[in-house]
């Protein structure tokens, strides 16, 4: 909603926290959109480690499209980036409480 400006205004912090919040419930879409939002810079710095993590974070919770996105966002990345969006993936778990 916020995020695409769907019936409000855009308003990509108000996005950011609606998709967190929703995350920490296990919801997989909001991890998605999380991942796209850092992705494309959309409202926080633009971050493919941090995409990948939350593509990541949305897959191990049965989401085919973030397994597809996080499979193509890895190719992008060296060796480094994949072990520390690895290792930021296993962090958000942790923060989540999932």
Known sequence: MYHL???VNQD???A???YENAARQGDAN???NMAFMYGMGEGVAQSDVEAYA???LAASRGNADAAENRDLAAAEMTPEEQRKARE???QLEEKMGL
């Open 88 to 90: 930021r993936y296993t």
């Open 54 to 56: 939350w593509f990541a």
């Open 16 to 18: 950011i926290q609606w």
């Open 12 to 14: 990509f912090d108000d």
């Open 30 to 32: 909001a991890m998605n």
């Open 5 to 7: 400006g769907q019936g």
